[in-house]
């Protein structure tokens, strides 16, 4: 059996590339599944691009065409609470579709047809995550440079168990925060895919989990020099958790 590893950020499966042993390759609808060895795991890794449709598709070829016993997520994501800062780690908890909305069929949020507002992340895996990321976070200072944290004002970073919104929306603006904010008023960051992989995973009975590092705070700052935070920063997160992560499974 493989663990499954997505990121939506290639620079993230960069990175982990540089690592991994691996034994081959397969294309298949646009992505790349590269399988092989990772911390003495066998995995399956690829880049799902963005967006929900992407993810979710990526998820399904994933499970279905690879031995697959449990499904990772990385990527970054924007804050739409003042508790949250850039750099911080959120593990997730529940994840909620932000644009899913067929009232009044069913009530707002709910996907049709699974009476479901939310998925759930496996409780097991996600405590595994938080000690992981705690270990990465005490050693951030030897892995990405000072300099690099002052840039992004990246001090004393956290990892907190959070719910999490997907949606196919990047969110750049006070105003779609804030709409975000009441209607879910748990969660405490945004992103485009978690929920849709979430919902796959709930649909196959895959336990998942979800890992994402703040790189915005969802408002017009929130494209300012993604590409480098992508690479210098959350490339270096992704790796260091995952690592110690398999290392503990
Ligand atoms: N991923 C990272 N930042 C995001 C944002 N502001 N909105 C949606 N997805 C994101």
Known sequence: MYIGI?????????AVLEILDLEKQQVK?????????LAGKKVVLVFSRWGKVASATTATQLINDFEIDEILFTGVAGAIHDEISIGDILIGRALFQHDMNASPMVRKFEVPLLNKT??????????????????????IGTIISEDTLKDFNIS?????????????????????????????????????????????????????????TISDNANSNAHVDFPRFANVVASKYALGILSNYLSTV
């Open 29 to 37: 609808g646009m992505r790349t599944y590269y399988i092989g060895t």
């Open 156 to 212: 004393l970073p956290k990892i907190i168990l959070a719910d999490i919104a997907s949606g196919d929306q990047f969110i750049s603006t006070q105003k779609q925060s804030e709409t975000i904010r009441k209607g879910l008023p748990s969660v405490r960051c945004v992103e485009m895919e978690g929920a849709a992989v979430a919902q796959v995973c709930f649909e196959y009975k895959i336990p998942f989990s979800i890992i994402r």
């Open 6 to 14: 997505i990121s939506a950020m290639k620079e993230e499966i960069q």
């Open 118 to 139: 939310y998925f759930e992340t496996d409780s097991d895996r996600r405590e595994k995550l938080l000690v992981s990321g705690e270990k990465f976070l005490t050693e």
